[in-house]
């Protein structure tokens, strides 16, 4: 059977492990168009899923099989970076994945994120540890997906919330954690506020009308205007979010 040259194969150990991987080889290509699958660079490789059914054929195991066995995490001067006051998020000048193959070689991919696993790292999303350097050009969007298609594990007790409810409420918690690191926490709370009303508040709002609304602890104003009577947003303002 022919087989690539630059074949191999990479073995992932949970959603964690495959979602870095995944980013990792996605950052290779510098936000280039290409295979999923393949990492560029000066030795490219395209990975493949091990399939236990092929063990044993001369061509199978000749494959390289990489799992991940390590990374680092570096400032720009080579030293290892510290953790700061939040233990669950680090931001590193780079990450660097270390993979190790059944034959004893060793690969190092560079990238600009790592999701690694923490207590109850599959039912609360604020206990996943995240690395991000501090140069990503993912925005909080983009890491919202990532910690979702890493983390999110719906529960299927007979008490528990329908599938979309409980992927919805997880999605609030990720854009939470991910504007909170990529901007501050007020963007965090504004965030999942506009999710939240344009999920449950927004479609009730007639056609041609504007909510205008004020809301605090001691004051409670809600007012449907037509759209020409709504004064102009100060977007400036601080915490300020344009719709």
Request: glycine share 8%; proline share 5%; net charge negative.
């Amino acid at each position: 059977m022919a087989i690539a040259a630059d074949a191999a194969l990479y073995d992932d150990t949970d959603a964690l492990d495959s979602g870095t991987f995944g980013r990792a080889l996605a950052f290779s290509r510098n936000g280039h168009a290409g295979e999923v699958h393949r990492l560029d660079g000066s030795a490219p490789l395209t990975f493949y899923t091990p399939i236990e059914q092929f063990i044993g054929y001369s061509w199978y195991d000749r494959l390289k099989c990489y799992v991940r066995t390590g990374e680092r995490f570096c400032e720009a001067d080579g030293r290892d970076t510290v953790l700061g006051s939040d233990p669950g998020t680090l931001r590193p000048e780079t990450i660097t994945l270390e993979l190790s193959d059944q034959f004893g070689g060793g690969l190092d991919l560079p990238t600009d994120l790592a999701l690694l696993e923490g207590d109850d790292s599959w039912t609360d999303v604020d206990t996943v540890r995240i690395a991000l350097t501090k140069r990503s050009r993912l925005d909080p969007g983009d890491l919202t997906d990532y910690i979702i298609d890493a983390v999110f594990s719906p529960s299927d007790d007979s008490d528990a919330d329908s599938y979309d409810t409980q992927e919805t409420r997880f999605r609030y918690e990720a854009a939470a954690r991910a504007h909170a690191m990529l901007e501050d926490d007020d963007a965090a709370t504004l965030a999942v506020i506009r999710m939240v009303f344009a999920d449950r508040i927004a479609w009730r709002i007639p056609a041609g009308r504007t909510l205008c609304l004020s809301w605090s602890m001691s004051r409670k104003e809600l007012a449907l205007l037509p759209e020409v009577d709504v004064p102009t947003s100060d977007t400036t303002a601080p915490g300020a979010i344009a719709g």
